[in-house]
């Protein structure tokens, strides 16, 4: 497991510093001695996803427990008092599209996951059942939109409804990945706004709050007719970075497009205002991109290339090669959310990458040497305590 700490790295005076816990909810250990408190220990484990279907509930949450046990988690000094709230009304429930992220977030939190039974009938109909009472209760509901997003779009409102019509007080859908987010804005006539309309369908189905993790475009949350927390992943992939110890002189960020440049900028800043080149392409159809040039000097430099989300890969593996032909030393690819479909994992196992860096936002079914997962469920897991708690969320990332 990668692990550091940005207080030790010569990137952390430009890193964003992350207030959070001072001691494990879920496993009690608490903080070396030798750090200081405030700032950002490593959520940069690599988070290999345990086989859920090999074991009993009650084993797999163990087996993972085990697991966290060892690792350096997100500590706040926000939460060294015990909450004024009764933390007997904060239930947390998972769908099936990520079980070990919900399960992950449930043990930091110190937490159960709520008892629910999902099932699909014959004509693939979905029924939930919530196996405990929510009356009253504030209900966090971790389902990302992954493939397949209308299958797991579904069960999250169905999920919604079943906790509405139980008479929980306050219903909060917890979207490590916003499915659709893409389809934001109508490029061509006739064409729907299936980011508003997906909006549109959360809030109808009841819930009161969304929890978001980057998503595609900053609009995206001005299609919600209720309150949106956007949790950034940037900072676990900056920690992981600066474990790496690389000179700042040697790095350069890479947007692998025009529209990406916003959030590769705001990386470079955070290590240590690194000099940003960008790729020009032009796509000529859906997940079909074509490189055409290079803006900005990459030659003898180790190149970061970030974005939210790697789909097929066609985009990161295109510029990938121009970045090589341009005289790149090793090109890293990093980003929030890893899609990979076919034929992503063929592309990005090519050896055009020295390492390809996502988070579990969504769950990777295939593996190669090149990948390295890292883990938010700290991250949001805090972001949960703080909106149960009434508390600051943007302060997570000062």
Known sequence: MASAFLANSPCSPMLGRIQLRSECRACGLALGSSRKRGF????????????????????YEADLRKLLSGRDVL????????????????????????????????????????????????????????????????????QPTCPPANENL??????????????????????????YARADRKTLGRESIAAKLVANLITEAGANRVLACDLHS????????????????????????ASKMISADDLVVVSPDVGGVARARAFAKKLSDAPLAIVDKRRQGHNVSEVMNLIGDVKGKIAIMVDDMIDTAGTITNGAALLRQEGAKAVYACCTHGVFSPPAIERLSGGLFEEVIVTNTIPVKHSFKQLTILSVANLLGETIWRVYDDSSVSSIFR
């Open 75 to 142: 500590h706040s000094r926000a939460f060294q008092l015990h909450s004024s709230r009764p933390e007997e009304r904060l239930k947390i429930f998972s769908g099936t599209a990520n079980l070990p992220l919900a399960t992950e977030i449930a043990c930091y939190m110190g937490l159960e996951l709520g008892k629910r039974t999902i099932k699909r009938f014959a004509d693939g109909e979905i029924h939930v059942h919530l196996e405990e009472s929510v009356r009253g209760c504030d209900i966090f509901l971790v």
């Open 154 to 179: 579904m069960e999250l409102f169905v999920m919604i409804d079943a906790c509405r019509r139980a008479h929980a007080k306050t219903i909060t859908a917890v979207i490590p990945y916003f499915g």
């Open 40 to 59: 950002l220990p490593v959520t940069a484990s690599v988070a290999e996803h345990l086989t859920f279907p090999k074991s009993s509930p009650s084993d």
């Open 218 to 241: 900053g609009q995206s949350m001005g299609y919600f007719d209720i309150p949106v927390d956007h949790v950034y992943g940037q900072p676990v992939i900056l920690d992981y970075l």
